[in-house]
Nanobody, 126 residues
């Protein structure tokens, strides 16, 4: 089992940058595929990015490609999301997620992840 705690959210102007972190507790962090999802008010939770257990494969939703970078540090049990060129439409609560998986490609749907953090708010002003 793993517990996830996000940090790094905040208020930023359009065009700015933020780095989200997700610290995991528990064993075998490197056995988990990890993902970032977000949920804006009145909308469903949506996939943002995912990274496989070894960090060798990443996947992004089209709207963040070229602007966001997902990475992980297995020695520190930490997942990151570097966000740049932020837009007002990126405003949402961002959640990190984990699932046991040794597949090359990490999952990209909410139903495939069994562990979730509490979320961190990202607000981008225009």
């Amino acid at each position: 089992q793993v517990q996830l705690v996000e940090s790094g959210g905040g208020l930023v102007q359009a065009g700015g940058s933020l780095r989200l972190s997700c610290l995991a507790s528990g064993r075998s962090f490197s056995s988990y595929a990890l993902g970032w999802f977000r949920q804006a008010p009145g909308k469903e939770r949506e996939f943002v990015a995912a990274i496989n257990w070894s960090g060798t494969s990443t996947y992004y939703t089209d709207s963040v490609k070229g602007r966001f970078t997902i990475s992980r540090d297995n020695a520190k049990n930490t997942l990151y999301l570097r966000m740049s060129s932020l837009k007002p439409e990126d405003t949402a609560v961002y959640y990190c997620s984990a699932t046991v998986s040794r597949h090359t490609r990490a999952p990209d749907t909410t139903g495939e992840y069994g562990y979730w953090g509490q979320g961190t708010q990202v607000t981008v002003s225009s």
